[in-house]
């Protein structure tokens, strides 16, 4: 008899994957929430969502064998909660929101691995007495206690900033804030974290170095970890440009990231699901600092996986679901490292030119094995899109894999070239049509 497993937040680039997942057991894959209804219209109606899985898989007939997601929220929460309800492999919805819950899980964070958190408070944006008495120095970040994708995350120099970030905030936070307390009132929640809603936003130490991230996993309570993976800005930038696989940092390095994770997971009481957990890594001191934890494998890293291990990280999410334990190869794959590319815009505009299916199919056949997603489409302005961090545009994105860096970095470059995009300024006339600017990595 087949296993089926359910999909929460199911998108075409993603579920493509998942489909030709190799399980060793007869399974069936559904889509029972997609990615446009819990989240593609820039908002989260978790309780619509939550009754729309149950009315699904009360009318499916068949079992109910596994309920998975690999997006951020609110897709990790609501997968925990429908997960509950229906006696399935999952983690507790308290342990996810220990994870999720940025001033939570920065409290467990001190209690587990002291040496490894920055300095952090908690304010209410709405409270001009509880900004005016911020007491962390100048440069901070400023976020929303649930964030996803850095959404209303703002780097704070001065006095100023702090006033643009708050208004900013003020006006937007509700969208998150009021599907996060949503959430919120399914957990039980210590008395310290009790008061501190969705509206709440981390103030947190600004951190700079390396970033990296350890990916890995928890079965029946012994952690594991299956991948470091860096995360490179865009020069002068907090926005990324790309994720690659496998990290160059130190051996050293990555055996302290290791075993602190270790440590962090065990303590939230997290089990039975796949996790990232984000790092800086500062060469001259050689300390490092963790960013955040996210309850879930990253769906970004999946194509690099594959590429250099020859399976993808959705496999062991699957297995674990189905409560199996994970079986991961290494080393298995075509390339011997691989990126995830962010193609970013730094300014407003409208798209007035986007690649179309041919011209994407030309560049593939050029550079086998890469894979591009647009996020954008012809007449499109750029302050439209969702789910944006504070300072750029992200417009599409590069899979590819080479045998090097310098490979991959020149492979890059040439796949940029080939892909034309071009915009228009806001309110310009048609004439005025710029090309995006070449990026040029090393």
């Not at 007495?129 to 901070?140: A, G, K």
């Not at 599409?396 to 970095?409: C, F, V």
């Not at 940029?416 to 300024?425: C, G, N, V």
Request: some cysteine; hydrophobic content about 35%; aromatic content about 10%.
């Amino acid at each position: 008899m087949s296993s089926n497993i359910f999909v929460v937040g199911a998108d075409p680039f993603n579920m493509e994957k998942v489909r030709r997942l190799n399980l060793g057991v007869d399974h069936r894959i559904h889509e029972l929430l997609s990615f446009d209804e819990v989240k593609g219209g820039g908002y989260y109606p978790v309780e619509d969502c939550l009754a729309l899985a149950e009315q699904r898989l009360a009318a499916f007939d068949g079992s109910i064998d596994a309920i998975v997601g690999y997006w951020d929220f609110p897709v990790t929460a609501m997968t925990a909660i429908l997960c509950r309800r229906h006696g399935l492999t999952t983690p507790t919805l308290e342990s996810v929101l220990r994870c999720e819950h940025k001033y939570w899980s920065r409290l467990e964070q001190c209690r587990a691995i002291p040496e490894f958190t920055p300095g952090f408070t908690q304010v209410d944006p709405f409270s001009d007495d509880e900004i005016n008495n911020i007491e962390l120095p100048y440069p901070f970040w400023i976020k929303p206690v649930k964030g996803t994708d850095s959404l209303l995350a703002f780097r704070v120099r001065n006095r100023e900033d702090l006033r643009n970030s708050i208004a900013a905030i003020r006006r937007e936070i509700h969208r998150i804030a009021e599907p996060f307390d949503h959430i919120l009132s399914h957990a039980r929640l210590p008395e310290e974290i009790v008061p501190v809603k969705g509206h709440h936003c981390i103030v947190e130490e600004l951190v700079p170095g390396r970033q990296c991230t350890v990916e890995g996993y928890v079965h029946d309570g012994e952690v594991h970890h299956h991948g470091i993976i860096d995360s490179i800005n865009y020069p002068q930038s907090s926005s990324f440009l790309r994720y690659q696989y496998p990290s160059r940092l130190p051996r050293r390095v990555k055996d302290r990231a290791v075993e602190a994770t270790r440590e962090l997971m065990q303590h939230i009481g997290y089990d039975n699901a796949t996790y990232n957990v984000e790092y800086f890594y500062q060469p001259k001191t050689e300390k490092l600092v963790l960013l955040e934890i996210n309850p879930r494998l990253s769906q970004s890293h999946s194509d690099m996986f594959e590429k250099v291990d020859g399976a993808s990280n959705l496999q062991i999410m699957a297995e674990l679901a189905l409560g199996q334990p994970p079986d991961f190869p290494v080393r298995e794959g075509r390339y011997g490292c691989a990126a995830k590319f962010h193609v970013r815009v730094f300014e407003d505009g409208i798209a007035t030119h986007v690649p179309d299916g041919n011209e994407l199919e030309q560049i593939r056949q050029r550079f086998p094995g890469t894979l591009i997603e647009l996020k954008i489409k012809p007449g499109m302005r750029l302050s439209e899109l969702i789910e944006q961090d504070s300072y750029s545009y992200d417009i599409a994105h590069i899979h590819t894999g080479a045998g090097n860096q310098k490979e991959l970095l020149e492979k890059f470059n040439r796949i940029l070239e080939a892909l034309h995009f071009e915009f228009a300024p806001v309110g310009a006339d048609e004439d005025e049509v710029p090309a995006v600017p070449g990026i040029a990595v090393q």
